[in-house]
């Protein structure tokens, strides 16, 4: 086992490709403990270089009403009246934190996802 630390998208690459060959070795082998070790070294890296962060609390929404089929309408008894709706997913007004909680409990939308961004001034009624 010759494993180095990676420190570049190239010594990313060389680690995939590895990987690729060990990943179906059978547990106890030199080979799984490699694959172990890449595996963790990799996730290291792609965690400090290519962060995925939470999606946009309006985005999270938008998406589950696709994943739902939900309307508009629908997000009344979670947000309030259809011009609240309105405003919230045009943007225009900021959730609430009864609107947060409301959407979580009903919807299972991730609070870390309702509360994520720079732009979502949460309002404390």
Known sequence: ???KPIRNDEDLAL??????TIFQAD???EEADEMEVLVALV????????PINAPDPID???FRMEQQG????????????????SEV???K???SLRMIKRLHDGLRIPYASLMSGETNGVRLD
């Open 70 to 85: 939900l309307t508009p309408r629908d997000l009344e008894a979670y947000i309030g009246s259809s011009g609240r709706v």
């Open 60 to 62: 999270a929404i938008r």
């Open 1 to 3: 086992m010759n494993i």
């Open 15 to 20: 680690a995939f490709k590895r990987l690729e």
């Open 27 to 29: 547990e106890g082998t």
């Open 93 to 95: 007004r900021s959730l």
């Open 43 to 50: 996730e290291s890296y792609e965690n400090k270089h290519y």
């Open 89 to 91: 997913l045009n943007r």
